[in-house]
């Protein structure tokens, strides 16, 4: 539906509709399987929102390609792509996402304290807006959990993660800039968890 959608909206003077179209076709790509096609599509859809000045977009687009990447353990390209992300995301739902997203950056490469601060700030600031973990995305979220835990041990992991309940929305931000900023100064793991 979504590649009819792109095919029908193309020859439209409707740019951002398309691009966002072919976000939407990168992104069911990739969830089906062909990892390459969809990153292609959707790197052409962040140029298109780029280009645009589509920055809401861009933005939406930027956290898919950080879950590619990621899942490649590319994390310094993740974290480059969400540094981009977190200074064009302003509203608490997409905030939220990126410091999440984040906070599987910070425990992938190492830095396990701060990936739990990040853990809790999510956690504290889905309950504010009312959201919930997508299921979706547990698969991709608790190995990352899981890390962080193993690393810290459990009581240093829950009072990490209880601190980062406490953050407020700028302080998770800024927290989630330097893992954004600095991704390389902390160890990288050989693999991304499965």
């Keep these: 539906r979504h590649t009819e959608e792109l095919a029908l909206l193309t020859p439209l003077d409707k740019p951002i509709r398309v691009a966002m179209a072919m976000r939407n076709v990168g992104w069911t790509s990739y969830l089906a399987g062909d990892a390459v096609a969809g990153e292609r599509q959707l790197e052409d859809a962040l140029a298109a929102c780029q280009r645009l000045g ?13 879950t590619v990447v990621m899942e490649r353990g590319e994390h ?4 480059a792509l969400l ?11 997409g905030l939220r996402h990126t410091i999440e997203q984040l906070a599987e ?7 396990s304290a701060r990936a739990s601060r990040l853990f809790g700030a999510a956690e504290a600031f889905r309950d504010q ?17 899981a890390m ?4 810290l041990g459990n009581d240093a992991f829950i009072a ?13 931000r800024a ?4 893992v954004a900023q600095a991704p390389a100064s902390v160890r990288s793991p050989d693999a991304a968890p499965n």
């Excluded at 540094?83 to 739902?93: F, I, M, R």
């Excluded at 950056?105 to 830095?111: E, K, L, Y």
């Excluded at 927290?175 to 330097?178: D, I, L, P, Y």
């Design 54 to 66: 589509y920055h809401h977009g861009a933005a939406a687009v930027m956290s898919d390609l950080a």
């Design 105 to 111: 950056v910070a425990a992938a490469c190492g830095d």
């Design 160 to 172: 990490a993660w209880a601190a980062g309940r406490l953050l407020s929305l700028d302080e998770a």
């Design 76 to 79: 310094i390209r993740a974290a």
């Design 148 to 151: 962080a835990r193993a690393a």
């Design 129 to 145: 807006i009312g959201s919930t973990l997508a299921p979706s995305t547990h698969a991709r979220y608790e190995p990352y959990v």
């Design 83 to 93: 540094h981009d992300k977190l200074t064009l995301t302003w509203d608490a739902w």
């Design 175 to 178: 927290e989630a800039a330097q």
